[in-house]
């Protein structure tokens, strides 16, 4: 064993070690499956759908299931549970969120000599299937990685899918033949697209929280509860409204249960959803793990309508920041992409979170949106000095995206606007705010692109990001270039009767 590959399998143990709720199956003839977040650690055990794999997986008495992340270039991928090759496996299951991981795939598949094209693999090797927000909304860039996409949430998916692996036996064909034949689940070859999604209709019916207890996730101080899935607004930029439609809530009592026993391994429980605040009993929610000792943190709140009752309720719960998402500056913008909120409804609601004692503010905003010009921009920076002047002597932080047009939305054709635009309007607010005790963030213009490309692309992709010997800008840009691919393509307009690879593969 090498020094680095030692090192490596102590840092698991002290992970292992440090977690609450991992589980250490033994295979006994079960279906061995290995879930793969293609992400740090951090991040990966930070994301609710992935924990929901796992917990589903290993209640399940005919699988067990064993985590993998992309530990970096060079770094041995391996399971945390017990160090398993990703070739150990029957299964290996892909959760992907977000378009960027995508180029972590093909590194992973060949730390353990699995070829990244499914068109490359046969007998012997295991069969990897993807699902996740990513492949629901446009798997087309990453779909020939893939033996079999799940177009759908993992809870009326899995077992189903599950058992027809089982029901087929050990030969990969007839096991993609069987997967075929599961309403939901797309196999190349063998299934007619468009796959229709499918969904969970009574999130009562699967509790979805923290699997595993995890302090060294981005996220590991607290207790993760799922309260909502989908989306009532209709933002013109959104992918939530679309893939994870209808709006669903879960019970109050349900949480409540949830809550009292997610307390019994962290003081705090976090409240994850679109929008939090939109559940009709969020206060009482709130107010009720309270009552049981419990500290509360807030994954988003809407900017209208507030309550001020559920603010009070928030700093009594002892959160500290609270992150609203005007999204632009103007109204007239806003009106454009589907966010009918006014200034002063904006500052309205600042001024509240104030009042009720918040110490820390987050505003979202996003540059280069469809019909944005430079008054927009202006009008952002005022809207971020008025927030500043009534937050004064406290935390304000804004966080500025480049505009992403994605999938099934009402601006899927539009262009993403120049680098040289978004360069420019990030310039100009750094200097407008510099010196007002605002924090700036301001998301990476180019890595935005590269986003932009893959939330669009199509299969061509594919053989560029395996090509790849590390996933940087540069070796991005000469891998487009080798293959005769010029990113603006995916990157421009797309004109009415063109067309779009998801809406052949995925039926919303």
């Known amino acids: 064993m090498t020094e680095s590959v030692y090192a490596q399998r102590e840092a698991f143990r002290r992970l292992l070690g440090r977690e609450q709720g991992s589980r250490l199956k033994d ?63 029957d299964l290996v299951l892909f959760s992907i969120s977000y378009e960027l991981d995508y180029l972590n795939i093909p590194r992973l598949l060949n730390s353990a000599g699995i070829p990244p094209l499914a068109s490359n693999r046969g007998e012997g090797f295991p069969l990897i299937i993807a699902g996740g927000a990513c492949i629901m909304a446009n798997p087309a860039p990453v779909a020939s990685y893939f033996d079999a996409l799940a177009i759908g949430e993992a809870e009326v998916l899995l077992r189903p899918a599950l058992e027809a692996v089982i029901d087929a036996g050990g030969s990969s064909k007839d096991r993609l033949k069987s997967l075929a034949g599961v309403s939901g689940m797309m196999v190349p070859g063998y299934t007619h697209e468009p796959v229709k999604r499918r969904y969970l209709e009574n999130l009562d019916e699967e509790p979805c929280h923290t699997a595993v207890v995890a302090p060294d996730a981005e996220f590991g101080h607290m207790y993760m509860l799922e309260v909502e899935r989908g989306c009532g607004r209709n933002c013109r930029f959104c992918m939530v409204n679309r893939v994870f439609s209808p709006l669903r809530f879960r019970s109050l009592a349900g949480l409540l249960g949830a809550a009292e026993e997610g307390l019994e391994h962290c003081k705090t429980i976090g ?30 709140l809407a900017v209208k309508p507030v309550s001020e009752g559920l603010f009070n309720a928030l700093v009594a719960a002892g959160a500290n920041s ?187």
């Open 271 to 300: 409240l994850v959803g679109p929008v939090v605040s939109a559940h009709p009993q969020a206060e009482e929610l709130v107010r009720g793990i309270a009552g049981m000792g419990g500290r509360v943190a807030i994954s988003s």
């Open 27 to 89: 295979p006994g003839g079960r279906l061995a499956v290995a879930i793969v977040y293609p992400n740090s650690y951090r991040v990966g055990m930070s994301n609710l759908g992935f924990h929901q794999l796992y917990r589903l997986l290993n209640r399940y008495g005919d699988t067990f299931a064993e985590r993998f992340f992309y530990m970096g270039p060079g770094r041995e991928v391996a399971s945390v549970e017990q160090f398993r090759r990703l070739d150990e496996f």
């Open 322 to 508: 609270i992150t609203l998402a005007p999204e632009a500056g103007s109204f007239q913008l806003r009106k454009n992409i589907g966010k009918q909120i006014s200034g002063a409804e904006i500052l309205e609601a600042v001024a509240k979170a104030y009042s009720a004692g918040f110490k820390a503010l987050k505003l979202y905003f996003m540059a280069g949106l469809p019909g944005e010009q430079e008054e927009d921009i202006i009008a952002l920076k005022d809207l971020v000095v008025e927030c500043g002047s009534i937050y004064r002597r406290r935390s304000l932080s804004i966080n500025i995206a480049p505009f992403v047009p994605k999938p099934f939305t009402d601006f899927e054709r539009e262009p993403m606007a120049p680098l040289e635009l978004i360069e420019k309007r990030f310039e100009y607010l750094k200097k407008e705010l510099a010196g007002r005790k605002v924090h700036v963030k301001l998301e990476s213009p180019a890595w935005s692109r590269v986003q932009a490309v893959l939330s669009r692309g199509d299969g061509r992709l594919a053989p560029v990001m395996a090509s790849l010997a590390r996933p940087t800008l540069t070796a991005w840009r000469r891998g487009l270039e080798a293959a005769g691919i010029h990113d603006e393509e995916y990157l421009g307009s797309i004109p009415e009767g063109g067309e779009l690879p998801w809406r052949k593969l995925v039926e919303q």
